[in-house]
């Protein structure tokens, strides 16, 4: 006979999404479980972005989730836009009052499965074929299948934190959902290297052979991205090959601080702007990438998911621990009207500082137009700046 679990809330994925969200539920005194497909091992494993918004670092910090962060996080003033010979640095310290946290993803990723597991929550990995059931009146249940067993757990809620390529988004229905997407025709080959980075900041190019990035995990680690094509393979580019493309994309003086060294990874990610809308039906709710994807010029993918989770764990407390339904029922719309101004952001950076294939010489033009104004026009630097270290969260 098939065994039926209790709890508040079931969680599907254990990103930093489904993470944080069972640490927040549990600190408001809501169970929760969560499912997750891989093996603890490789989600600590995958290597993802590293930039923390200012709003990201004070959730976390109010979680109780900041100590290794607090030690090892570099607190950055500041990041430089390049385009072609011209730099263009954005003081946000002194534009906007804040700066960001150089954090990886996967250290963050670390500190949350530690935490849970000192705290006694439960994490169930490699589970197989979730599915759910979500009826209009009446408890929702979901389905899993582990070691050859078939599992199930009711609970008042699930909780969608499965990524773009989860289940949680396909089970809502055909006529519910809407999809807004917008696939770039381009990638980002990354290189992981245990070298110190080349400056003290982030540097994002934009050079006629593409889009190159310089980026750190810390004073010893660094992060290099050039846009690739898409139907590119990793294995095409050999450490050598990485180090002279990247150098070729990034003026004299900076390519010449670059310190070269062997990857420890090297891949490719596409680069894709989605939304879907809305992001709640009956008592299922999607949050992080489940629900919207950014394309990762803005570093907002880690920050959106933080976002969405400090909204619908403060939602589910008020419903849940005081009765309060509003804010839960609106999880959706509080969540979309900041969700669709990120997208703007990065879709808007992407744009600007990118070799599109089919950009004709006006196009050209114009991001060459809009990098001069930003590097003259204080208010536009202000409001990059503004949307760097992260829009205010809304409840
Ligand atoms: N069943 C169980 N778990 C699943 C399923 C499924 N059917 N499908 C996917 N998962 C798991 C994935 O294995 C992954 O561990 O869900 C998790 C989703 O985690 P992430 O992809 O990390 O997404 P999220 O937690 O929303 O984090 C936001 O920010 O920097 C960006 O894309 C980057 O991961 C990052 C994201
Ligand atoms: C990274 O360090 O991986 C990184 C930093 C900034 C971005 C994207 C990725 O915009």
Redesign the pocket.
């Known amino acids: 006979m098939t065994a039926i679990r209790k709890t508040q809330v079931a969680i599907?994925?254990?990103?930093?999404?489904?993470l944080l969200l069972s640490h927040l539920l549990f600190k408001a005194g809501i169970s929760s479980i969560v499912?997750?497909?891989?093996t603890r091992e490789h989600?600590e494993g995958r290597i993802?972005?590293g930039v923390l918004e200012w709003g990201s670092v004070e959730i976390l910090r109010e979680a109780g989730l900041s100590a290794r962060m607090d030690k090892q996080g570099l607190v950055h003033d500041g990041f430089e836009l390049a385009f072609h010979d011209l730099r263009h640095r954005i003081d946000l310290r002194g534009l906007v009052g804040k700066g960001v946290m150089i954090y990886g993803?996967t250290e963050l990723t670390k500190d949350l499965m530690e935490q849970r597991h000192e705290d006694g929550g439960e994490l169930i990995f490699s589970?197989g074929n979730?599915s759910i059931e979500n009826p209009e009146n009446g408890k929702p249940r979901l389905r899993y299948g582990i070691n050859d067993d078939q599992q199930e757990i009711e609970c008042d809620a699930i909780a969608g934190?499965?990524?773009f390529?989860?289940?949680a988004r396909q089970s809502m229905p055909k006529d519910v959902l809407k999809t807004y997407e917008r696939v770039y025709p381009f990638g980002w080959l990354g290189l992981l290297t245990d070298t110190p980075p080349a400056l003290e900041e982030l540097i994002y190019a934009n050079h006629d052979r593409g889009f190159a990035l310089c980026s750190m995990r810390s004073k010893t680690r660094s992060r290099y991205y050039i846009q690739c094509a898409v139907d590119d393979h990793a294995e095409n580019w050999s450490d050598e090959r990485f180090w002279k493309e990247l150098k070729n994309r990034l003026n004299a003086e900076i390519a010449s601080r670059i310190v070269t060294g062997p990857s420890i990874e090297k891949s490719i990610a596409p680069l894709r702007s989605f939304v879907a809308e809305p992001m709640q039906y009956r008592n299922l709710f999607l949050?992080?990438?489940?629900a919207h994807i950014v394309p990762p010029t803005g570093a907002k993918?880690?920050n959106l998911?933080i976002a969405d989770v400090a909204v619908l764990s403060k939602a589910l407390h008020e419903s849940f621990n005081k009765g309060k339904p509003t804010l839960l029922e609106r999880y959706s719309e509080t969540c979309l009207r900041r969700v669709w101004k990120v997208e703007r952001f990065s879709w808007y950076l992407s744009k600007v500082m990118h070799q599109f294939p089919d950009n004709d010489l006006f196009e050209k033009k114009m991001q060459q137009a809009e990098f001069e104004y930003m590097m003259q026009s204080e208010s536009a630097s202000r409001a990059i700046a503004e949307n760097y270290v992260g829009l205010a969260l809304e409840l």
């Not at 949050?287 to 489940?290: S, V």
Request: hydrophobic fraction near 45%.
């Open positions: 599907i994925g254990a990103g930093p999404a489904g499912l997750e497909r891989q989600v993802r972005a993803q589970v979730i934190c499965d990524g390529h989860g289940i949050a992080g990438d489940a993918g880690l998911a």
